[in-house]
């Protein structure tokens, strides 16, 4: 017997129907990152960046919150809502950068600068956030820090975004850690070049995750959620797309008119792609892969987490 495509699509669709029926059982959400596989990203009742997935966390009033992503956004689901269960598909799925900072080099670095407020980028751990002042996503990295009253601010522990920021923020002293994404650090100029010479009338846009070298080549620069939002606005018929390629579906789906290039078969990141409609049943149904933080550590984060989201909503009130 041979396996065709037709087979697997209603293999897909045997699996889309059982998720809506244990969803609509259990009082499940499906949340899911603009990173995911397209086909996750279809099944999931809320799609988003990290700033998007947090405030729909707090949200929701679902029983269960079945989080399509990585490790530390189901910590953050769990850590803003405690009485829910959060459930991520597939355990191993995590983010490097993340791992890139321990709570222990944190402290040292902390000493050493002990008159300087922590920024943590949510790529982090429970842990690390709960050592950090607040927490900052792509989306607002540049308005939680101008927010601080200090002048020195220690940001861990992406490089590229605490770069990023500081090319911004010129009024603060930015240390910055060693922490990058693998993802986003691995597209080169050389192939930002090339695909902007192959599609000259195309705008590139990037995320600040990415290289200060290839930044500097962008037309607009933000997270996912940004990106989604200005190529929306832009007149630009054709873009090339500086991140993830999972975002390329969501952009596609609501851009039917426009046309997107990855400028790198690099642009992949494997834990975002671990997540399969399969693991998404699994978990749904056995309810397993619970993500819990401990509460010690999680009442710490949950304050480094809603001083961001206070900035943020008050900075919104401001914009209205
Ligand atoms: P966004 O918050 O911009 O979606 O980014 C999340 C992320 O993990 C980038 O690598």
Redesign the pocket.
Known sequence: MVYTEEDDLKYQQALKDKIAHLRKEKNAVILA???QRPEVQDVADIR??????AQAAIRTDAKIIVLC??HF?AEIASILNPAKKVLLPVEVAG?P?SDMITVKELRVKKDEHPDASVVCY??SSAAVKAESDVCC???NAIEVVKSLSNRKIIFVPDKNLGLYVKSHVKEKEIITWRGV?P??VRVSLEEVLEAKEKYPDAEFIA?P?CEMKVLKKANFI??????LKYVKSSPAKRFIIG??RG?IHRLKMENPEKEFFSPSRHFI?AD?KLTTLGWVTHALELEVHEVKVPEGVRLKAKKSLDRMLEITENNFAQKR
């Open positions: 990152h603009n990173y988003g960046d990290s700033l998007a997935l992503g990585v956004m983010c950068a949510v790529n996503t792509s989306a994404c993802t986003h995320h995750e933000g997270g996912t959620g940004g990106m991140t993830e975002l990141c975002m």
